[in-house]
C-alpha cells in the first residue's frame, strides 16, 4: 500500500487506523490536540495514587483486545466475577459459579435474587454464548428493562442488581440503554474478567502508541486541526505515489496545511461533525462523575474485590475497591475507592456532598466500621463519557466511508460506545481509507 494519509485524534480509534496503515506500508502522520494520545481513556497521578479519568476498566473477552492488544503485556489486575448487593445494614454476594467456585454458595444464599432468577441467569448466559459476534447488534432492539422482562426476570432482580450494576457500564441507572449493549457485554463477561492494567487505563493507548511508532506513524501532540478540504470543496487534484489522486488539504489551527491522500477523522463526535458534516455522527453524551477516595493511613478496605452496588439509594451508584484489585493505584499504606454518580444532576453538586453520600453508603453498609476519614483525593466530572445508546441507535449510526472524498471516520460512534467499539472501527476505517490509497 502506497500512498500518505493524515489521522486527525490519538484516542484508541485513531491509533489502531494508523497503526495499521502504517504496516500496510502507507506514510502516515497522527495529529492529537491534546500534549498525550488517549482520547477518553486517560489516566493522571494525584500524590501519589493512580486515577483513570472517569471508572474505566478492560473487558479482556473483547474479540479487539485480542487481535490490538498484548493482555499480557498490559498486566491486567482482575476483579471478582459478580458484585456484591447492599443496603443499608445488609451485604449480599451475587457471583458467577461458573467461574467463581468460591462464590456459588454466598451467591446460592443471597436473597435479594430469587432462585429461579439465578437458574434464568445462567439460562440466559448460554443462550448468548451461542450467538454469533455480528448478530448482537442488527435486528429488533428494545430497551435493557423490557429485554429483561421479556425474559421473565423479576422486578428485585432487576431493581437490585442489574440497576446498579449496568448504570455503571452504560451510564444508565434507568436501563433505557439499547438491549444489544446488555446482549454483547453480558456475553463477554462470562467469556473473560473485568480489569484494569496494573499502571492504569493509560497503559492501553500507551500500547497502541508504541506500536504505531514501531509502524513508522509520526505522532504529533499538541496539534490542533482547523479543517479538512477535499476536491470537491474547490481544491485541485494532486498526483501521489498511486497515480492522479483526489487527496485532501488538512488545515491544522496555526494556519499551516498538509497535503495528503486521505484522512482518517478519529475525533470526539462533536468535532467529527464538524470536521466532516455529516449529521447521522451521534453528539449526544451520556455524563458521568467520578469520586476518587481514600482512608486514613493503615487503613485496609477489602470486599473480596468485587463492586460494591447500591441497591437502597442512587447515590453513589456503587463504589468500586480500586487499591484492593490494583495494589500499585495507591501508596502501601493506603486505601484507594472510586465511586460512580449518574446522570446531569451529578455534574453540579459539590465534591463535599458527593463524598457525604460515599461516606453513609459505607457506614450504612459496614456498620461496624468507621468511615468519618475518608477523604476525596480528586473528582472527575465528564459531560461526555459515551454517546447516548437508546434502542434502535446502532441501526442509524455512521459508516466508516460515509464523508465525501478521501476521508473516513473512526470512533465508537460508528460501531457501539465501548473500548471494542473503539479499536474494531479503527480497524474498519483502515480498510476504508486504504481504498483510497
Known amino acids: 500500500m502506497n500512498g500518505d494519509v493524515t489521522v486527525i485524534g490519538g484516542g484508541l480509534a485513531g491509533l489502531v487506523a494508523a497503526t495499521r496503515l502504517a504496516e500496510a506500508g502507507a506514510d502516515v502522520t497522527l495529529y492529537e490536540r491534546r500534549p498525550e494520545v488517549g482520547g477518553r481513556v486517560r489516566t493522571e497521578t494525584v500524590d501519589g495514587f493512580t486515577l483513570d479519568r472517569g471508572f474505566q476498566v478492560l473487558f479482556t473477552s473483547y474479540p479487539a483486545v485480542a487481535s490490538e492488544l498484548d493482555a499480557d503485556a498490559l498486566d491486567v489486575r482482575r476483579f471478582a466475577p459478580g458484585a456484591t448487593i447492599c443496603r443499608p445494614g445488609s451485604r449480599s454476594v451475587l457471583s458467577d459459579p461458573l467461574r467463581d467456585p468460591r462464590g456459588a454458595i454466598p451467591s446460592l444464599l443471597n436473597d435479594e435474587v430469587s432462585f429461579s432468577d439465578k437458574l434464568r441467569t445462567l439460562a440466559l448466559r448460554y443462550d448468548l454464548s451461542k450467538r454469533d459476534e455480528g448478530d448482537f447488534f442488527a435486528g429488533s432492539d428494545t430497551s435493557i428493562r423490557e429485554y429483561l422482562y421479556k425474559w421473565g426476570f423479576a422486578d428485585d432482580y432487576v431493581e437490585n442488581f442489574v440497576e446498579p450494576f449496568y448504570g455503571g457500564i452504560t451510564l444508565d441507572r434507568g436501563l433505557s440503554t439499547s438491549k444489544q449493549v446488555f446482549e454483547y457485554t453480558f456475553r463477554a463477561m462470562g467469556r473473560g474478567a473485568i480489569g484494569v492494567p496494573a499502571e492504569g487505563m493509560r497503559a492501553i493507548p500507551e500500547a497502541l502508541a508504541a506500536r504505531a511508532r514501531e509502524a513508522g506513524v509520526e505522532i504529533a501532540t499538541g496539534e490542533d486541526v482547523e479543517s479538512i478540504r477535499t476536491a470537491g470543496q474547490g481544491r485541485i487534484p494532486f498526483r501521489t505515489g498511486s497515480g492522479d489522486a483526489e487527496g485532501a488539504t488538512v488545515e491544522l489551527a496555526d494556519g499551516s496545511t498538509r497535503e495528503t491522500d486521505a484522512v482518517v477523522v478519529a475525533t470526539t463526535p462533536p468535532e467529527a461533525r464538524r470536521l466532516t ?22 487503613e485496609s478496605f477489602e470486599t473480596g474485590k468485587r463492586i460494591l452496588l447500591n441497591a437502597a439509594e442512587e447515590s453513589p451508584n456503587a463504589v468500586v475497591p480500586m487499591s484492593e484489585v490494583a495494589p500499585e493505584y495507591a501508596p502501601d499504606d493506603r486505601a484507594l475507592l472510586a465511586a460512580t454518580f449518574l446522570g446531569e444532576k451529578s ?3 459539590p465534591a463535599n456532598a458527593l463524598r457525604d453520600d460515599v461516606r453513609d453508603a459505607l457506614e450504612a453498609w459496614y456498620p461496624e466500621r468507621d468511615f468519618s476519614g475518608l477523604e476525596t483525593v480528586a473528582t472527575h466530572r465528564i459531560r461526555f463519557a459515551q454517546f447516548a445508546q437508546p434502542p434502535g441507535v446502532h441501526a442509524d449510526l455512521p459508516d466508516p466511508d460515509d464523508p465525501e472524498g478521501p476521508v473516513v471516520l473512526a470512533g465508537d460512534y460508528t460501531e457501539w460506545s465501548s473500548i471494542q467499539g473503539a479499536l474494531e472501527s479503527g480497524r474498519r476505517a483502515a480498510a476504508a481509507a486504504g481504498d483510497y490509497l
Open 347 to 349: 455534574l453540579d453538586r
Open 277 to 298: 458534516g455529516v449529521e447521522s455522527i451521534p453528539t449526544q453524551g451520556v455524563p458521568n462523575v467520578t469520586g476518587w477516595y481514600t482512608l486514613p493511613a493503615g
